[in-house]
């Protein structure tokens, strides 16, 4: 058994539990701020390990007697979670000195088992496997979201994504069952070949409870309720954490899933999961354009973004695979890089309010320039990340031609839109008059990370062509796809 290619996995795990022996015996704060180092360094051991395994071109396998897969699809999303992971690390560090206190290493070790949730996610290809990381990443995040629990906003936002959560869990859990029942299987490949000549409505139905399930992990519409007051209750760092990493984790499974064990029933869900699509960009979209909450506003951008992201498997060939995956890697430096700004604004100023941050320009140039780099990459302005991502994604569907057309004029239309709200706070840091000419220095991580943030969006645009090569090839080797 090649158990080998999973070492970050494990890598992750003996940290993850590192952490939780050492929060315990330490005897005071001050000796746990390690901790958080201890789980950075973690994180990047197995990004490193996994990178390690990407250049090298470890060939596909199959572990745990075919439950988890070793291909394109785990590898580039276990990058994406991983590099989310030690980004937020990085900025975590002075958000949790001001707001946490003493509770630290339990907040990195939350972070540590989330992360293995979604690297055993992105992996799996079996339906009680997948069901295991869902859970592990939720119930982290569950926890994570109300991490200040002295603090109504943050237990009403955890406790409303609890019981929404375990409600759209459970759902999925039926719709898997019922596909059991009728495939006869849990491996995704045995499900295929079970429903081959057997999809009737049973099977369309379980099949819809799961699009639910993944539905609400995405963010997607209208399973999206939780996402607003979630991201603007919980800990700014939970909330980047939740934006990027978990919804890339599901993503990963969601496209594997719809493609493995339904994509020989593609007319039968192509036209529902594009109408969630149009739906689910719109609605992000018109719902970001009046809020005033900065961190509101990017949980509405990520509604929006939910749904460019879904016309990439309503593709479904290898071109809509490989421009998801690279639309989440350039998603994940741009919604990282806003949220590591809203972390120092907020840590200065107390205020997440999108007008406070009138003036930011001369009160800090490097977090002005920063946030306008990252929020004109998620409008998709040329020549960053963001624009090329949704080309591919708009290029993907017009070369399956027919109806998908008018999925992305619809998706057109909402990009244009976003540039609005997008702009907005553009604006407001650069031609409105400040409120406060206190300068706002920005910590040494949250530096790094908005360094990391800017260079990603750029350079993921100079290596583009690359990238998606790579990409393209080895989703068309994975996934199995319908003419």
């Keep these: ?13 003996v940290v993850a539990l590192l952490v939780l022996l050492a929060d315990l015996a330490l005897p005071d704060a001050a000796s746990r701020k390690g901790l958080g180092v201890l789980g950075l360094v973690g994180a990047a051991v197995a990004l490193v390990l996994t990178v390690f395994f990407a250049l090298h071109g470890a060939a596909p396998a199959e572990v745990f007697g075919g439950l988890l897969a070793f291909d394109t699809i785990a590898v580039w999303f276990k990058l ?7 980004l937020v690390f990085l900025f975590s560090f002075s958000y949790l000195d001001r707001w946490v206190g003493r509770r630290q290493g339990e907040f990195y070790w939350l972070i540590l088992t989330a992360l293995l949730g979604m690297m055993v996610t992105a992996a799996a290809q079996e339906l009680v496997t997948i069901y295991v990381g869902i859970e592990l990443i939720s119930l982290s995040f569950y926890a994570l979201v109300g991490y200040r629990r002295d603090e109504k906003e943050s237990t ?9 959560g375990s409600f759209a869990i459970a759902l999925w859990l039926y719709g898997a069952a019922i596909i059991y029942g009728l495939s006869g299987s849990t491996y995704l490949v045995e499900i295929a070949a079970g429903l081959s000549g057997n999809f009737g409505p049973l099977a369309f139905a379980g099949m819809f409870l799961m699009i639910v399930g993944f539905g609400f992990k995405t963010g997607l519409a ?7 007051d979630t991201y603007q209750g919980a800990p700014t760092p939970a909330t980047a954490y939740l934006a990027v990493g978990s919804k890339a984790a599901a993503f990963a499974v969601f496209m594997r899933v ?6 020989s029933h593609y007319a039968d869900w192509a036209v529902l999961l594009g109408i969630i699509a149009a739906v689910t960009m719109t609605w992000g979209n018109i719902a970001a354009l009046p809020q005033t909450n900065i961190k509101r506003m990017l949980a509405y951008s990520g509604v929006a973004h939910a749904g460019y992201t879904l016309v990439g498997i309503v593709a479904l060939s290898s071109v809509g695979a490989s421009a998801v995956m690279f639309y989440l890697f350039g998603y994940l430096f741009a919604n990282l890089g806003a949220f590591a700004v809203v972390v120092a604004f907020a840590n200065r100023t107390g205020s997440e309010t999108i007008g406070d941050y009138a003036g930011l320009r001369w009160r800090s140039p490097f977090l002005a320039l920063g946030l306008a780099i990252c929020l004109l990459s998620l409008a998709g302005i040329p020549p960053l990340a963001g624009f090329l991502g949704k080309l591919y994604l708009f290029v993907g569907a017009m070369q399956q031609g027919g109806w998908l057309m008018t999925l992305v004029i619809i998706a057109a239309i909402n990009s244009a839109v976003s540039l609005f709200y997008y702009v907005n706070v553009i604006r407001t ?6 409120r406060d000419e206190t300068p706002i220095a920005a910590p040494a991580g949250v530096s790094v990370t908005v360094v990391v943030a800017m260079a990603g969006v750029l350079l993921a645009s100079f290596y583009f062509q690359p990238i998606i090569s790579s990409l393209g090839a080895g989703a068309a080797a994975v996934l199995s796809l319908v003419p």
């Design 429 to 434: 840091m650069y031609f409105l008059p400040a």
């Design 1 to 13: 058994m090649n158990w080998w290619l999973f070492s970050p996995e494990i890598v992750v795990a």
């Design 156 to 164: 009403e936002a955890a406790l409303k994504y609890f019981l929404l």
């Design 80 to 86: 994406i979670s991983l590099a989310t992971a030690c």
């Design 222 to 228: 209208p399973f999206h309720m939780w996402v607003p």
């Design 258 to 263: 719809m493609a493995t064990a339904f994509g």
